[in-house]
């Protein structure tokens, strides 16, 4: 499964991009799911972020597919791990 960020790029046409993507949800095509922006509040309170693991920077590269491409360290440079 891949996972989008959809930008309408005028705003307006935000509605028609927004009935589409929900008629894409009805029919069962997609799932959709509206990001609430996060506040400065809410992102200066809140913890910094553990480290990933060895396993998670793994997954990381693996979901990426830069292995055949690159060495393991180049991907992880290349995706800031």
Do not use: C
């Not at 960020?5 to 589409?20: F, H, N, T």
């Not at 799911?33 to 509040?41: A, L």
């Not at 292995?67 to 360290?73: A, D, K, L, T, V």
């Amino acid at each position: 499964m891949k996972t989008y960020r959809v930008k309408a790029v005028r705003e307006s046409e935000q509605q028609l991009v927004l009935e589409i993507l929900q008629n894409l949800q009805r029919k069962g095509t997609i799932v959709f799911e509206e990001e609430r922006p996060v506040e400065m509040h809410e992102s200066a309170g809140s913890k910094a972020a553990a480290p990933a693991t060895d396993e998670q920077v793994q997954e990381i590269i693996d979901e990426a597919e830069l292995i055949p491409y690159y060495s393991e360290q180049e991907a992880k440079n290349i995706l800031h791990l």
